[in-house]
């Protein structure tokens, strides 16, 4: 029987806070709704309380940020309403008509990870972290197992400013993961270094059950369109990941991949797409191996050029990587939702 999957990054938001989003617009092939019930669709997932688990691929999932506008300062309207979204999701409770989920949907989300400004430092990150708890909520601030704020549209430096390690500091003193969001394919190999040293930082001088957890979100989203792999960009990736690798609470989400690939690969079928980014795929397993590796669909930026069954195409893409690395029952396991449950320290 196969493993429950716990995906471990997904997007949800419904028709009506959609205009809230800062990347989308009225002409993007995301606008519009993408709650729980659309992600059930994309899934095959049926309700939790009659499904087997042959006809229920997904025991749980974690609701990452979906990019609120904010302005990095005191207005935090954008991200905070996320968080009310959120924790309609995780508690079922206050639902609203035509939003996309209902009260029995909750028992799949396992987790939340809100937008938080780190930048700012740990005096504002506290206050922020008050106001984001009042809004959830006991029940849904249970759910919150981390935050994220996007380092690939960053300025270089960002992440290695004395405020902002020490808003990491501080959540690993809370028991807060971060999830880290960089664009090596975009952005250069800059990026990855510096998050080599603010991992460094971050844990300088702290007790060791206080260190902040870091997932490093969509391998650090590599440039999939490289076919040499003599090139640079792919060598500097390479690097970096088993440099990654060595640092301490630090996990890898397999996610994120058919965003990087050219347009025509993503209409190719999972078996081509798997031959064609076997040498990431291969380079992340044996960096991180299955124990820090955790399954993510990034759905449903995932569907864009890929289509609606984007979610199974890339569940099976991952299967092929099992079969590749020859992973036992219990790495398999691992992947497809322990080390999610170890990470962000999920319950169910």
């Known amino acids: 029987m196969a493993p429950p999957i716990i995906d471990s990054h997904i997007h949800l938001y419904p028709a009506s806070e959609a205009p809230s989003l800062a990347w989308l617009t009225p002409t993007h ?49 954008g991200p905070l309403a996320e968080v009310a979204w959120m924790a309609r999701v995780a508690t079922g409770a206050g639902v609203r008509a035509g939003e996309g989920h209902a009260a029995d949907d909750a028992p799949l989300c396992l987790g939340l990870v809100p937008w938080a400004p780190l930048a700012r430092g740990p005096d504002e990150l506290g206050r922020y972290l008050e106001s984001a708890e ?7 601030w249970a759910r919150v197992k981390g935050f994220r704020y996007l380092l690939q549209d960053k300025e270089n430096g960002t992440a290695l400013g004395e405020e902002f390690v020490e808003g990491l500091k501080m959540l690993g003193r809370k028991g807060f993961v971060f999830d880290v969001g960089v664009d090596q394919h975009r952005r250069g190999r ?98 991180f191996g299955p124990s820090r590796i955790m399954f993510g669909s990034d759905w449903p930026v995932c569907a864009v050029g890929v289509g609606d069954d984007a979610w199974k195409k ?17 790495d398999q396991a691992m992947l497809w939702g322990g080390t999610a449950k170890v990470a962000y320290k999920l319950e169910g």
């Open 314 to 330: 890339w569940r099976k893409v991952v299967d092929m990587v099992c079969d590749m690395a020859g992973l036992s029952e219990e």
């Open 190 to 287: 800059v990026q990855l270094e510096e998050v080599v040293e603010m991992i460094d930082r971050a844990h300088e001088g702290v007790e060791e059950e206080e260190k902040v957890v870091f997932v490093l979100n969509h391998l650090c989203k590599p440039d999939l369109t490289i076919l040499n792999q003599t090139d640079p960009s792919f060598i500097a990736w390479r690097t970096a990941m088993f440099t990654l690798s060595k640092c301490h609470k630090t996990y890898m989400k397999l996610s994120g991949c058919f965003a990087e690939l050219p347009d025509k690969l993503k209409e190719r079928s999972a078996e081509d797409i798997f031959a064609a980014i076997i040498p990431w795929l291969a380079v992340v397993v044996a960096a």
């Open 29 to 77: 092939p995301l606008a519009g709704q993408h709650s729980v019930h659309e992600f059930r669709a994309a899934t095959g997932t049926t309700t939790t309380t009659t499904a087997t688990a042959t006809d229920t691929p997904v025991a749980g999932f974690v609701v990452v940020e979906a990019d609120r506008r904010n302005d990095a300062g005191r207005d935090w309207t």
């Open 134 to 140: 009042a809004e959830a909520g006991p029940a849904a």
